[in-house]
């Protein structure tokens, strides 16, 4: 009797207690590179089709927004997945288009906070499906988003682009040649066939497959579609450090 009295109360009280509103922002994660507001480069990651989560691991983006902060960038990850939810312009359509237009929305929320400084260089980084979203925004006019300046891809998907894809920014791409989710001839045949590909640089990686940045990933998962790579790991971040690393990018401050 007591315990039905309990529940009761429990029940009614929860559905007393005030509902918390959530919206598109609650899933655009702003990471600075240092508590002052000062302007500083800044980067937008773009997760793969799982979101946030990678089999468990929901560390893996913040874990390499940490590695950007420590390179003086400031960063913002785009849980476009869960966001999507909120934005109904953004539910329709190929995902590269619908990837950016959440992004337009974030970048907004953020520079109206005074975050990412026009007159400081940008560059967005998508893996896997968030590959789609990062050539959408590579391929833009530089004013649609100004600061925008390098575009950066982990075995990013293909699947949605145009055959007359043209990128407006460098773009450095990083792809296993054993990718059995992203295949490495599918990114070789695209970028074979853009009239401008002297912007883009990839970089294959012999007998490496998905996931090979993703630190969790110590066993081959998903039937052996995912393994990380220590090596393959650490060949792309050096690579990333001569690109992107500290004092890479700048602000044209006045």
Same mark, same amino acid.
């Given at each position: 009797m007591l315990n039905r009295i309990f529940r009761a109360m429990l029940a009614a009280a929860l559905l007393s207690a005030p509902l918390t509103a959530e919206d598109a922002n609650d899933h655009f994660h702003w990471r600075p590179a240092a508590a002052e507001t000062k302007p500083r480069p800044w980067a937008i990651l773009l997760p793969g089709a799982s979101g946030l989560d990678i089999l468990g691991d929901g560390g893996h983006y913040f874990r390499f927004a940490?590695? $950007? @902060?420590? +390179?003086? &960038? *400031? /960063? $913002? =990850? =785009? *849980?476009?997945r869960n966001a999507t939810r909120f934005l109904p312009e953004t539910q329709k359509g190929k995902p590269g288009t619908r990837i950016a237009k959440i992004v337009d929305h974030a970048v907004a929320v953020e520079r109206a906070e005074g975050r990412m400084d026009l007159r400081c260089e940008g560059v967005v980084i998508g893996w896997s499906l968030g590959g789609e979203g990062m050539w959408e925004l590579a391929a833009r006019d530089h004013m649609a988003m100004p600061g925008l300046t390098r575009a950066i891809g982990f075995y990013p998907s293909v699947r949605g682009q145009p055959k007359s894809y043209t990128p407006n920014i460098p773009v450095i791409a990083f792809q296993g040649t054993d990718d059995r989710v992203t295949k490495a001839k599918n990114l070789e045949a695209f970028v074979a066939g &853009? #009239? +401008? #590909? %002297? @912007? &883009? %640089? /990839?970089?294959?990686?012999?007998? /490496? +497959?998905?996931g090979f940045d993703v630190q969790s990933l110590t066993s081959p998962a998903l039937g052996d579609k995912l393994l990380y790579d220590p090596n393959a790991d650490a060949s792309s971040k050096a690579a990333l450090d001569a690109s992107i690393g500290q004092g890479q990018l700048g602000c044209a401050l006045d």
């Amino acid at each position: 009797m007591l315990n039905r009295i309990f529940r009761a109360m429990l029940a009614a009280a929860l559905l007393s207690a005030p509902l918390t509103a959530e919206d598109a922002n609650d899933h655009f994660h702003w990471r600075p590179a240092a508590a002052e507001t000062k302007p500083r480069p800044w980067a937008i990651l773009l997760p793969g089709a799982s979101g946030l989560d990678i089999l468990g691991d929901g560390g893996h983006y913040f874990r390499f927004a940490d590695w $950007l @902060n420590t +390179r003086g &960038i *400031d /960063v $913002l =990850v =785009v *849980d476009y997945r869960n966001a999507t939810r909120f934005l109904p312009e953004t539910q329709k359509g190929k995902p590269g288009t619908r990837i950016a237009k959440i992004v337009d929305h974030a970048v907004a929320v953020e520079r109206a906070e005074g975050r990412m400084d026009l007159r400081c260089e940008g560059v967005v980084i998508g893996w896997s499906l968030g590959g789609e979203g990062m050539w959408e925004l590579a391929a833009r006019d530089h004013m649609a988003m100004p600061g925008l300046t390098r575009a950066i891809g982990f075995y990013p998907s293909v699947r949605g682009q145009p055959k007359s894809y043209t990128p407006n920014i460098p773009v450095i791409a990083f792809q296993g040649t054993d990718d059995r989710v992203t295949k490495a001839k599918n990114l070789e045949a695209f970028v074979a066939g &853009i #009239a +401008r #590909a %002297s @912007n &883009i %640089s /990839v970089t294959f990686y012999p007998e /490496v +497959r998905h996931g090979f940045d993703v630190q969790s990933l110590t066993s081959p998962a998903l039937g052996d579609k995912l393994l990380y790579d220590p090596n393959a790991d650490a060949s792309s971040k050096a690579a990333l450090d001569a690109s992107i690393g500290q004092g890479q990018l700048g602000c044209a401050l006045d």
